[in-house]
Structure formats: C-alpha cells, structure tokens
C-alpha cells in the first residue's frame, strides 16, 4: 500500500517544473470535518506550497481554491454543496483561477456525478488515496480546463494508500497532527467512512517516530496521533507501544491521540497513559449507544457492560484524566426506553463533553436502508434532554478544578487547553505555545478561568 519513492520523486519532479509559472500565485485550502481531514489538508497545502503556490486564507486572493470535504453527515456535504456553488460568480469573474474538490465527499460516486452535472465550472476532483499527486493534477489543471477525476472505483479492501516523504505545511508552529494509521475495518452501519477511507493501513513506527522527533526537536508543544479508529495501529508495534515511544523524547511537550474504539481500548492503553507524564490525559471514548440492541445494530462490536468496564478502568487507573465521549440519538428503531439507557451510562460515566448528534441516514450504508426512522421532531427532543444533563455534568466537572493548579499551553489571547483538554482563560497575555501555570478560580460548563501562577 505504500506510493514508491518512483512516484513520489516524478510529482516533486513535476512540482519544481511548476515554480516559476505559478510563483506569486495564491492557494486556498479549506477543510471540512474531522482531525484527520485538516492532517490532510497541510499535506494538499504542503503540495502546493511546493508547486511555487503561496497560502492565503482570502478566496479573492486565491488563485486555486481546492475543499477538502467531509461526508460523514448530510448536514457537512449540504454545507460543501453550498460553499461550492457560491464560488461559482467569483470563478466567473476570474476564469483563470482553478478549483479543486477533494476528500471523503469525492470518493461518494453520486457527488462525483453530481459535481460533474452540476458544477462543470469545478476543474478537478480527486479521491482520498489521490494527495501524492497534487502536483500532477495541478498540472493537468493548468493545461486543460475540461473537468477531471481522479477517484479509484478498488473496492473498500483494495483501496487505500500510506504515503511518506511528502511536504507538510502546518497551520501551527506549536501544535502537529501525525497520522498513524488510516481508513476503517469496522462498517457501523451508520457510516460511510470504510467506504471512502479504505480498509485499515498503519504507517511503520520508524517512519511514525522519525516525524515525531523532528516535531519535538523543532519545538512542537502538543502532538497528536490520528487515525480513524487510532488504537487499532497494527504496524511492527502495537498502539501502547507506540504510544509509549512517542511519549519517550527529551523535552517539554504533549502527545494526545484520537479517536478511540472501545473494542481496542486495552488496560495496557490506559497502564501507559498512567506511566507517561507527557501523554495528556485526555481519552475520548465514543460509546454512541447505551443500549445493547442498539449498539447491535450499529454493529459497534461492543456491549454497554462492556463499555462501562473500560470507562471506569479509565476513571480508576486515569483519577486526572477527562472522558469525551460521541451519541446518536434517533437510531432507526430506537423507542424511548432504549433512549433512556444511553441517558443512564452518560450520568454513570459523567463525560467531560459529549458530541452528540441527531442520526443522519448516510447513501450506501447498512443503515440507510433500515425501516423503522425516527421523527425529526423527536430525534431533536431527544437531542435537547440529553443535552441538557450533560451540561449539568459538565458544570459539575468543571466546578471540581477551582482552586486547583493546571499546567495550561497557551494558545494567545489570554486563552489555552490544558492537559485534560479544557479550555482555560486566564489574566495574562501570554504567547502562544508557552507551558504556564493557571489557578483556576471559576467554572463554566465548558471553560475554567483563572489566574497566572507565577
């Protein structure tokens, strides 16, 4: 699965042929959706930066704009549709300037054809295995202004790439996303991810350390570790292990890493976080159902007796750590009752924070085609009172760190996370990228405020 060095020098080959024509020329990443989505971003920017393209985040400046789409609801792909389409009179009014489409929304094959009906002004489109070849599509797009796509139709098991050596340009000087491992195994049956991601693939750990350390060694304070489902890295390591090592480097920082699937969320997993200071403490733990008929048709491949054995070892081994938490509400076929038992393990657990969101039926999944759809009015009913106890909890959570001392990375602007990830402000404008130390003397539901510790 991994591109050769063959392909990866013939597109640095076509980038530098491409400087001078497009030197002074501007470009415009804009990314929709998860972590995992902005890590591929830097890596599209990275490919145009090496093209002689310059970053801009203005699109009357931009001389090709290229979104990087999310499709893991209906509301994110309407959003893109919109975005799209209101490109359409500035494209007019500057014909030469290029624009790209690309992500998880790219690999659906109703967009493909849609774009191609509807947006004939988009010039290209290109798939999510498809970034090592930026530069020859910018190419191609300079050429010939004839819409083209660039999207494998490999099945799920045969699709999917693991690229390395690749320019990344990082929208921060102090926080870094490091993808480990890539696309889904699992097929709930809501989502659409497997199918647009590719099966599972995990980069080789050297290649994963190497990135680090040159992060760490060029001052990176707060690292991330991305995948798909994150603890199920299968490369010469298991994710403890690597976990571990990355976690091992001299110096002043933190490694986080997401997202977590219980089935691979392993005692060694938290034994780590527990031994390691640098690991922040932090595990986001989506259980999306609390009822076991439910989580069966989600095929989540888990039980809420299950869950809950992992969320309280957490709670038990991690006294210091903060649970995130996704829900659906609304499932198809989810009566009150079943609602009920997801509202009973959010107050057993007490989250942190909880993503929640109302089901949204998503083309070609398992889940699309089952019978049985709640009303929107009382997906939102639902939505609301689960909402409404977890900003009780949440309250209750943040009350509990007034008067203690949290080591806080600002981020600028009198505002920064802490290790737990919260948001922190504070009484000192201190620049971003600094470790300090915050007495926290009040609490919101969703922020502490306090005062610089000298």
Not at 47 to 74: K, M
Not at 247 to 260: H, I, K, L, N, P
Not at 332 to 345: A, I, K, Q, R, W
Request: glycine residues 6%.
């Amino acid at each position: 699965m991994n591109i050769s060095n063959e392909q990866i020098f013939l597109q640095q080959h076509i980038a530098a042929s491409l400087c001078d024509t497009l030197a002074g020329k501007k470009a415009l990443v804009r990314t929709f959706g998860c972590q995992q989505n902005e890590a591929d971003g830097e890596r599209i920017m990275g490919a145009l930066v090496a093209c002689g393209y310059t970053p801009t985040d203005e699109l009357t400046e931009a001389d090709i704009v290229i979104l990087n789409t999310c499709a893991i609801r209906e509301h994110a792909e309407q959003r893109v549709l919109g975005v799209i389409g209101s490109m359409k009179k500035e494209k007019e009014k500057r014909p030469s300037m290029l624009i790209g489409m690309c992500g998880c929304m790219a690999q659906e094959q109703h967009r493909q054809e849609l774009l191609q009906k509807s947006y004939p002004f988009v010039d290209f489109l290109f798939g999510t295995d498809m970034h090592h070849r930026v530069p020859e599509i910018v190419q191609n797009a300079l050429n010939s202004r004839k819409q083209k796509q660039y999207v494998t139709d490999a099945p799920h098991g045969e699709f999917g790439v693991i690229t390395e050596g690749t320019p990344v340009f990082r929208d921060s000087d102090y926080k870094a996303r490091v993808s480990v491992m890539y696309g889904c195994n699992n097929f709930c049956s809501y989502c659409i991810v497997p199918y647009v991601r590719g099966h599972e693939r995990s980069r080789a750990s050297a290649d994963v350390l190497g990135e680090m350390r040159s992060l760490v060694d060029g001052g990176y304070k707060d690292i991330m570790l991305l995948g798909q489902n994150v603890n199920s890295y299968r490369g010469d390591k298991t994710f403890p292990e690597l976990l571990s090592a990355c976690a091992s480097f001299d110096g002043e920082y933190w490694v986080r890493f997401m997202t977590s699937h219980p089935k691979d969320a392993s005692a060694e997993l938290v034994q780590v976080m527990a031994q390691h200071p640098r690991v922040a403490r932090h595990f986001h733990l989506p259980f999306q159902s609390g009822n076991d008929r439910i989580l069966h048709a989600m095929n989540r491949k888990y039980n809420r007796e299950q869950y809950l054995e992992k969320a309280m070892r957490i709670k038990e081994m991690l006294p210091d750590a903060a649970i995130t938490s996704d829900v659906i509400v609304g499932f198809p076929t989810e009566t009150e009752s079943e609602f009920l038992d997801t509202v009973e393990l959010v107050k057993t657990v007490g989250f942190d924070m909880l993503y929640t969101f109302i089901y949204s039926p998503r083309k070609g999944t398992v889940a699309e085609k089952m019978v049985g759809r709640i009303p929107h009015e009382e997906q939102v009913r639902r939505f609301q009172y689960l909402s409404d106890i977890q900003d009780a909890i949440a309250q209750t959570k943040n009350d509990a760190y007034v008067g203690k001392t949290l080591r806080v990375l600002s981020d600028g602007n009198f505002v920064g996370r802490s290790s737990q990830n919260k948001i922190v402000a504070f009484d000192a404008d201190v620049p971003a990228g600094t470790f300090i130390n915050v007495e926290i003397k009040s609490a919101k539901q969703y922020k502490l405020v306090g005062e610089l510790k000298k």
